[in-house]
């Protein structure tokens, strides 16, 4: 069973042995794996300006910090500000979750040297 897809009104198979014989070209295959890396990157880094804001707060949910942080702040906000400034002692906050973003590039840096060699071994021919 076959279907037209429709605005280029082919079938399915038709564009299927088109889009392979195009990928088989080194060109397209390096603008294939361009557009791959690209994409890879980007989602890395907005995933990570997702996470960064999110994180102290979920440390902090999850009691990251012991339970005289968490007492703290809901004595504060049982009682309620009584016009006194506050003050949030976060207990090592900034620095955990300064190694946990520190994490992600030292495993970086000792993956990719070792990722070229890897590719240059194991990685795609280019047929001429």
Do not use: C
């Amino acid at each position: 069973m076959s279907f037209t897809i429709p605005g280029i009104n082919l079938e399915f198979n038709e564009v299927k042995e088109i889009v392979w014989t195009k990928i088989q070209e080194p060109v397209m295959q390096r603008r294939l794996i361009l557009v791959i890396v690209s994409i890879a990157l980007l989602l890395d880094n907005m995933l990570y300006m997702v996470i960064v804001p999110i994180i102290p707060d979920y440390l902090r949910y999850i009691g990251a910090w012991g339970v005289e942080a968490q007492l703290e702040a809901q004595m504060e906000a049982r009682n309620g500000s009584n016009g006194k400034p506050h003050h949030h002692d976060h207990h090592g906050q900034d620095s955990a979750t300064g190694v946990l973003f520190a994490s992600k590039a030292i495993v970086q840096l000792m993956v990719n040297p070792f990722s070229g060699a890897i590719i240059d071994r194991i990685g795609y021919d280019i047929k001429s």
